[in-house]
């Protein structure tokens, strides 16, 4: 069983960027990152493979947020640029044995998340 720990997210103010970490366990697995705003259902935001060479984006980010992979030392970064006010949220990393893509059925372990607030 693989156990995700997110950092790194904060406040912000729009235009500006950061960086969130999620520590595994584990690494022999697609990661994925989601998000919840207040009153919304969580929704998917970048996902990539075990090895890093496949990546998958939301229409909503991409271009902005970029997701990659050390295995090395077990972490996956979504890097937030160019961050709107929209971007707030409460943004979870999340693992599969599988390539889950945007799914989030498929994916079996989750973190607690991280409160990332954009302000205008």
């Known amino acids: 069983q693989v156990q995700l720990v997110e950092s790194g997210g904060g406040l912000v103010q729009a235009g500006g960027s950061l960086r969130l970490s999620c520590a595994a366990s584990?690494?022999?697995?697609?990661m994925g990152w989601f998000r919840q705003a207040p009153g919304k259902e969580r929704e998917f935001v970048a996902a990539?493979?075990?090895?890093?060479?496949?990546?998958y984006y939301a229409d909503s980010v991409k271009g902005r947020f970029t997701i990659s992979r050390d295995n090395a030392n077990y972490t996956v970064y979504l890097q937030m640029n160019s961050l709107k006010p929209e971007d707030t949220a409460v943004y979870y990393c999340?693992?599969?044995?599988?390539?889950?893509?945007?799914?989030?059925?498929?994916?079996?372990?989750w973190g607690q998340g991280t409160q990332v607030t954009v302000s205008s």
């Open positions: 584990g690494r022999r697995y697609s």
């Open positions: 990539i493979s075990w090895s890093g060479g496949s990546t």
């Open positions: 999340a693992a599969s044995l599988s390539w889950p893509g945007p799914d989030s059925y498929k994916y079996g372990y």
